[in-house]
């Protein structure tokens, strides 16, 4: 069971103090990493480097929360194409 005190605008629960704010704007989920918004059907990029592990992830947001549709491929290690095909 935890312990829980709230006084002052300040909530401690196990000795760690949090701070209740209020009017924060909650930031948006787009991933500026990418040009997904850009981009027509037909056009493609290539994502190098440490970008290759993240692509994946991106992708199937972009697949199931827009109307886009995007597919990837992998060319060479260390490299991954991505084009939009709807």
């Given amino acids: 069971m935890l312990d829980t005190e709230s006084g002052g605008g300040m909530t401690t629960t196990h000795r ?8 924060i704007p909650i930031p948006s989920r787009r991933n500026g990493s990418y040009p997904f918004d ?12 440490e970008q290759c ?7 199937y947001y972009q697949n ?3 109307n886009m549709k995007f597919t990837g491929r992998k060319l060479d290690e260390g490299k991954y194409r991505v084009w939009r095909i709807k």
């Avoid at 760690?16 to 009017?23: D, M, N, Y």
């Avoid at 850009?38 to 480097?49: N, R, Y």
């Fill in 38 to 49: 850009q981009m027509k059907v037909g056009d493609s990029f290539v994502v190098t480097g």
């Fill in 53 to 59: 592990k993240s692509i994946h992830q991106a992708l």
């Fill in 64 to 66: 199931t929360k827009s």
């Fill in 16 to 23: 760690t103090k949090f701070r209740i704010e209020k009017g």
